[in-house]
T-cell receptor, first 114, second 113 residues
Framework: DAGVIQSPRHEVTEMGQEVTLRCKPISGHDYLFWYRQTMMRGLELLIYFNNNVPIDDSGMPEDRFSAKMPNASFSTLKIQPSEPRDSAVYFC????????????FGDGTRLSIL | AQKVTQAQTEISVVEKEDVTLDCVYETRDTTYYLFWYKQPPSGELVFLIRRNSFDEQNEISGRYSWNFQKSTSSFNFTITASQVVDSAVYFCALSDTGNQFYFGTGTSLTVIP
């Protein structure tokens, strides 16, 4: 079975540009999570969805960040406008049963904002 | 407040040595879940184990073993006869009621050949 697929793997863009990160969860999983990893702050849960509905977005840092899940097989995390401090590795994960279930992670998107 | 504490930031061991990674958690819930994840140098996060709060049995999987002690709020991870491929950052995590999920800050393990 295919795992969680994220794209792009790497993104380099200039400050102020819109950035869109994409995620395809494992088929059949009902939860999808977005995380950000930095040296300073470690792994942070940004938002998660259950059956395509956002459940908890308390980790989303600012209004510049938004996430959508239009269907069970696709989610996006968008940053507009991007800032250098948004540079991080962004992970998507999916699970059965929510935060209590084992989460399966994608390979991550390494984002650099210049 | 820190929900999951991994006090060991970095550990180095020589190959074939045993090593224990410590994890202390904090929750007032009676039902919760604990996890360990591995992040090798390639960057992906790999699920290793989940344990619920009602199951204090220790678990062994090959060279890996986990010791869950509710009395000390600890969920420690031991690698026996370490190998170079065990070099990675290991994260302990907690999920309690409210469906929140908390990662520790990770322990970077280096196994020296």
């Amino acid at each position: 079975d295919a795992g969680v697929i994220q794209s792009p793997r790497h993104e380099v863009t200039e400050m102020g540009q819109e950035v869109t990160l994409r995620c395809k969860p494992i088929s059949g999983h009902d939860y999808l999570f977005w995380y950000r990893q930095t040296m300073m702050r470690g792994l942070e849960l940004l938002i998660y969805f259950n059956n395509n509905v956002p459940i908890d977005d308390s980790g989303m840092p600012e209004d510049r960040f938004s996430a959508k899940m239009p269907n069970a097989s696709f989610s996006t995390l968008k940053i507009q406008p991007s800032e250098p401090r948004d540079s991080a590795v962004y992970f998507c994960a999916s699970s059965l049963g929510g935060p209590r279930g084992p989460q399966h992670f994608g390979d991550g998107t390494r984002l650099s904002i210049l | 407040a820190q929900k999951v504490t991994q006090a060991q930031t970095e550990i180095s061991v020589v190959e074939k040595e045993d090593v224990t990674l410590d994890c202390v958690y904090e929750t007032r819930d009676t039902t919760y879940y604990l996890f360990w994840y591995k992040q090798p140098p390639s960057g992906e996060l790999v699920f290793l184990i989940r344990r619920n709060s009602f199951d204090e049995q220790n678990e062994i999987s090959g060279r890996y073993s986990w010791n869950f002690q509710k009395s000390t709020s600890s969920f420690n991870f031991t690698i026996t006869a370490s190998q170079v491929v065990d070099s990675a950052v290991y994260f302990c995590a907690l999920s309690d009621t409210g469906n929140q999920f908390y990662f520790g800050t990770g322990t970077s393990l280096t196994v020296i050949p």
